[in-house]
């Protein structure tokens, strides 16, 4: 890489820095790219000649950091793929672990889910922090199918509302904690958390499976 590369591609990183801080500090949507230009000690037209707009850098925030689920998901089911209960529950520990323990992370999903005036119809990159990617919507789906015909999902949820109430309780904790995470430790308290959660979607006799 060239000096002028390497400099353009600290001035990027820069911005990104900058930009994610005002987003923590002024939301999304009240933040301006004078705002971050100042933030990051460079001019608008830097700006300009690394992001096409606001979108842009917002955009390239979030591709920086995501939960990396279809990675937490493929390997879960390579290892733990014979028993679907066990699987979903390492699937849901491990996402939970990259929130409380990947400081980028936490602060991109903080702007995402507190941050971000935004609808998801502006900003389709949205759903890499709060949706499953389609690839780790269908394992996971699966694994309740798998779960079900072993006769271990409660007889009342079919597989896709098992899966959405999965999802949407990971979630709402991430939801909640973020808003104030040093009121209480999610890390201490994750573990309990995934046993409530593997407890109501699955027969009791069935859920140290």
């Known amino acids: 890489m060239t000096r002028r590369k390497a400099d353009a591609e600290r001035t990027r990183e820069a911005i990104l820095d900058a930009a994610e801080a005002t987003f923590l500090a002024h939301g999304v949507a009240r933040t301006t790219l004078a705002h971050i230009a ?63 323990h990947d400081l980028p992370l936490q602060r991109a999903a903080t702007i995402v889910l507190h941050r971000c005036e935004k609808l998801e119809d502006d900003h389709p990159r949205i759903s890499m922090i709060t949706r499953l990617s389609e690839h780790a919507e269908e394992r996971v789906e699966q694994l309740f199918e798998e779960a079900q015909l072993a006769g271990n999902l409660r007889a009342d949820l079919t597989p896709a509302s098992a899966r959405r109430q999965f999802h949407g309780v990971l979630i709402g904790v991430c939801f909640d904690w973020l808003q104030a995470p040093q009121r209480h430790s999610l890390a201490d308290e994750s573990h309990g958390i995934v046993e409530t959660l593997i407890r109501g979607l699955f027969n009791t006799q069935t859920v140290g499976t």
């Open 38 to 100: 100042e933030a990051a000690g460079v001019t608008r037209g830097a700006i300009y000649w690394h992001f096409a707009d606001k979108a842009a850098v917002f955009d390239a925030l979030l591709e920086r950091v995501r939960i990396p689920l279809d990675e937490i998901v493929d390997d879960a089911v390579q290892r733990l793929g014979t028993t679907p209960v066990a699987c979903l529950r390492e699937i849901a520990q491990r996402s939970l672990a990259g929130i409380c």
